[in-house]
């Protein structure tokens, strides 16, 4: 790949790879993606930017962890592939996916490429069926369309400081409010916020505020569903054999443990003179990331989603959309920010376990 500056960069994102016993059986696997994909791993509470307490592989990146990623289990479960190369990104979107991004990614690290990921992954594609080899993708994207994202991490923050005003009030000076029409109930896709004040009984006062975007998901529908096609026809184009579209898992099953993410966030956003009047240690406690109240429109906000991205994945006997596996409250991380709904590692496996489905069914 020495002569090419897209196949030399492609390397840079090559995860696993074995030696080549022969031409005709062995298989490249790219990926292209957001979060899920590229997955990001949060293993402690922190917050702040940067996603502190976040793994990531050798290319040092916090938020992209391909040996954590269902590639690198199917890599496993597959020995046919003999170069597993992941050029998905926390926080991309399709657009990000097709033409690249110029800022940083979620995490704050520069893409830092000379083509966008749909050129990576096209250029070593073409270049694995130059070789002799087959050549399989799998992807998701369209979430990061939407402000989706910091919808779900609002939302995790007043919940957190929700229970703040009930759970971690020794002295009692905490006070906590919903502030959205409808209430708590209308939040999630109409937008507002949440109110918080720690009342000392002598001194300052402090208030915190959290606002909460309206979901701008239908606006950009439209935008996911052209894109979804672009991506699979570029895919297809540059010599695919078997291309996966990975749908979105209902993420309403998902537990965080609020006591401790609580704890940090209000730590995070008190002056240090005002951490007494926070338990001395975090209450480990979880609780569903999504309220009772929520899950009925949560579903059909990743309903909508997954249809935007059917419609424009083309009907191809070489391109399958894989519907999403059934998570249970174990399959999905417990932490924020940045970690809760992402995949835990059975939540990995089991999107490994969907995409060997939907590779076996081409």
């Not at 016993?21 to 791993?41: A, K, N, P, R, Y």
């Not at 073409?126 to 993708?137: I, T």
């Not at 596996?325 to 059975?346: N, R, V």
Request: net charge negative; hydrophobic share 35%.
């Amino acid at each position: 790949m020495s002569g090419n500056p897209t196949l030399v960069d492609a390397n840079k994102d090559r995860i696993r790879c074995r030696e080549v016993q022969t031409v005709s059986d062995d298989t490249v696997l790219t990926l292209t993606g957001d979060s899920i994909s590229s997955s990001h791993h949060q293993w402690g509470f922190g917050v702040g930017p940067g996603c502190p307490m976040t793994s990531f592989d050798d290319r040092g990146m916090p938020g992209n962890n391909g040996v954590f990623s269902y590639g690198r289990r199917y890599f496993d479960m597959d020995g046919s592939i003999v170069d597993y190369d992941n050029y998905a990104r926390t926080g991309y979107g399709t657009g990000d996916i097709i033409a690249g991004r110029a800022g940083p990614d979620a995490c704050g690290n520069a893409w830092a490429r000379v083509a966008s990921p749909l050129g990576l992954a096209t250029a070593r594609i073409a270049k694995a069926k130059a070789d002799g080899h087959q050549a399989y993708h799998a992807t998701t994207g369209g979430v990061n369309n939407t402000n989706w994202t910091t919808v779900l991490t609002r939302l995790a923050m007043c919940r957190a400081l929700e229970f703040a005003g009930e759970t971690l009030n020794p002295y009692g000076v905490f006070r906590f409010e919903w502030a959205a029409v409808g209430g708590k109930a209308g939040i999630v896709t109409n937008g507002g916020g949440c109110n918080f004040w720690l009342d000392l009984p002598v001194g300052e006062d402090y208030y915190i505020n959290i606002g909460v975007p309206r979901y701008d998901g239908p606006a950009q529908y439209s935008t996911i569903t052209a894109h979804a096609t672009r991506i699979v026809n570029a895919l297809l184009t540059a010599g695919a054999d078997k291309v996966v579209w990975m749908l979105y898992y209902d993420i309403t099953p998902a537990n965080v443990d609020v006591g401790q993410y609580a704890w940090a966030k209000l730590k995070s956003l008190l002056p240090p003179s005002t951490h007494s009047y926070l338990p001395a240690a975090p209450v480990s406690t979880l609780q569903p990331l999504i309220d009772p109240l929520w899950v009925g429109t949560v579903r059909g906000v990743i309903g909508d989603l997954n249809r935007a991205i059917q419609l424009g994945v083309p009907f191809h006997e070489s391109v399958r959309v894989a519907l999403p596996p059934p998570f249970t409250p174990g399959d999905i991380q417990i932490t924020a920010e940045g970690g809760s709904p992402h995949p835990s590692p059975s939540g990995q496996d089991a999107l490994a376990n969907t995409l060997a489905g939907a590779l076996n069914d081409i």
